[in-house]
């Protein structure tokens, strides 16, 4: 079982620069979130969809971009890269319902020089 | 808006001992309330989660959680710490509609 499947593992940009973090999941999961972790802060909420051509805004959306053209996929993309943007993004899948619990990628890991 | 307060940051303790890790949670109804283990490196796994039903839940690797209303709490147990068990754990909670709302983490050290 792949589950929730993130690449790549690492990336170091420079500022500026664009990019895209994949997202894959194969449980054909109805949503989908990208959050972000830093120390001491849990993860935060970038954005979030709840099937495939519907996207919203989660707590810290700024400089993010997504979108949902299948069930499966939710890329995240970078537009112009921030140093404030270094971080490590995990991508979440889960069946629609707030018990439901939601299946975690192994994360990326960002570096923005 | 929904929170969650995780008030210790590090936890360390001897491995044979009983841990407790805090939880507090903000929330207007009724929570859906989960705990998450983050091993280095690696993605976070479900420990265990509470909706409804009885208020003590079990979990996973030996893991519990008792959640009380009156307290805005749902602290997670274990009465007796593996070495393996080192990790960081977080409390979330969510509304009806997916949206997970994590504590800060609470890094847990297991002394040999």
């Known amino acids: 079982n792949a589950g929730v499947t993130q690449t790549p593992k690492f990336q170091v940009l420079k500022t500026g620069q664009s990019m895209t973090l994949q997202c894959a999941q194969d449980m054909n999961h109805e949503y989908m979130s990208w959050y972000r972790q830093d120390p001491g802060m849990g993860l935060r909420l970038i954005h979030y969809s709840v099937g495939a051509g519907i996207t919203d805004q989660g707590e810290v959306p700024n400089g993010y971009n997504v979108s949902r053209s299948t069930t499966e996929d939710f890329p995240l993309r970078l537009l112009s890269a921030a140093p404030s943007q270094t971080s490590v993004y995990f991508c979440?899948?889960?069946?629609?319902?707030?018990?439901?619990?939601?299946?975690f990628g192994d994360g990326t890991r960002l570096s923005i020089l | 808006a929904q929170s969650v307060t995780q008030p210790d940051i590090h936890i360390t303790v001897s491995e044979g001992a009983s841990l407790e890790l805090r939880c507090n949670y903000s929330?207007?109804?009724?929570?859906?309330l989960f705990w998450y283990v983050q091993s280095p490196g690696q993605g976070l796994q479900l420990l265990l989660k509470?909706?409804?039903?009885?208020?003590l839940v079990q979990g996973i690797k030996g893991f519990e959680a008792e959640f009380k209303r009156s307290q805005s709490s749902f602290n997670l147990r274990k009465p007796s710490v593996h070495w393996s068990d080192a990790a960081e754990y977080f409390c979330?909670?969510?509304?009806?509609?997916?949206?997970?709302?994590f504590g800060g983490g609470t890094r847990l050290m297991v002394k040999p």
């Open positions: 979440a899948s889960s069946s629609t319902g707030g018990s439901q619990p939601q299946h």
């Open positions: 979330a909670v969510n509304n009806a509609g997916n949206m997970l709302t």
């Open positions: 509470y909706f409804s039903g009885d208020t």
């Open positions: 929330y207007g109804a009724t929570p859906y």
